[in-house]
């Protein structure tokens, strides 16, 4: 999948945040968040600013593109 991202590192940078935590603070499943640190499910414009917001950082700090 061309995006990838560092949502594991920042989840351990934030005192391990779980992925339960992130996903309850941001409105999606764990499942969700799973599916997206593991590069299967590219998230939503909306989910990846609310998963940079919540990091305190911007989206292409987490997020990366490249290209096939």
Known sequence: MPIENDIRRFRFEHKEMTQADL??????????????EQNR????LEAAFRIADVFGVSVDQVFRWTRD
């Not at 603070?25 to 969700?32: A, H, M, N, P, S």
Request: hydrophobic content about 45%; aromatic content about 6%; cysteine-free.
């Open 23 to 36: 996903a309850q603070r941001i409105g999606v499943t764990r499942q969700t968040i799973i599916a997206i």
């Open 41 to 44: 499910y590219a998230p939503s």
